[in-house]
Antibody, heavy 119, light 107 residues
């Protein structure tokens, strides 16, 4: 059974940093691209960043480019999102999601971790 | 960036109703249109991928199609468990984008 478990969320001051983790199990982690998607309170879904299975390529939304870094440790089946220079508008639930088998959609999602940027 | 215009933003329907939600991309996309369902406080769940392929385990009352530039999610007979918010998602080009969501409420 595929499981994705995010952790690392919390309250952080504007300008601060935070690292999110997503522990994966139930599939061959290194074979699949992984993505972070966020959802601000009461709002819709926003794609944040994607990393290929081997970690060699990364992609970012303009809104986080230069402030967030996606990475993965395939030996630990864990995905990361390093967030710095955080802003109030980064407040959201952050989900990690697994790429589908044959198509680039998200077939499994974690339960999400809440990041709150506030004084 | 490809903007995804989803309509309606909300609708009220009764159990047994046929429901249609439309998503129109700002640019033509050849492939890579998917639909998700999200219930309050939960992670999204994929229903349909690649326009019309039903994800394993999803009831057959859900279907997806394309007509011209518009993509459609149809629920043939709304069930109590279908009251949720639905999102379209394009993975044709980066940045991947989502529609703004359609909230399906009980009439």
């Amino acid at each position: 059974e595929v499981q994705l478990l995010e952790s690392g969320g919390g309250l952080v001051q504007p300008g601060g940093s935070l690292r999110l983790s997503c522990a994966a199990s139930g599939f061959t982690f290194s074979s699949f691209a992984m993505t972070w998607v966020r959802q601000a309170p009461g709002k819709g879904l926003e794609w944040v960043s994607t990393i290929t299975g081997g970690g060699g390529s990364t992609f970012y939304a303009d809104s986080v480019e230069g402030r967030f870094t996606i990475s993965r440790d395939n030996s630990k089946s864990t995905l990361y999102l390093e967030m710095s220079s955080l802003r109030a508008e980064d407040t959201a639930v952050y989900y990690c999601a697994k790429r589908g088998e044959r198509e680039p959609f998200f077939d499994y999602w974690g339960q999400g971790t809440l990041v709150t940027v506030s004084t | 960036d490809i903007q995804m215009t989803q309509s309606p933003s909300s609708l009220s329907a009764s159990v047994g109703d046929r429901v249609t939600i439309t998503c129109r991309p700002s640019q033509n996309i050849i492939r890579g249109l998917h639909w998700y369902q999200q219930k309050a406080g939960k992670a999204p769940k994929v229903l349909i991928y690649a326009t019309s392929t039903l994800q394993s385990g999803v009831p057959a009352r859900f279907s997806g199609s394309r007509s011209g530039t518009d993509f459609t999610l149809t629920i043939s007979s709304l069930q109590p468990e279908d009251f949720a918010t639905y999102y379209c998602h394009q993975s044709y080009s980066i940045p991947w984008t989502f529609g703004q969501g359609t909230k399906v409420e009980i009439k």
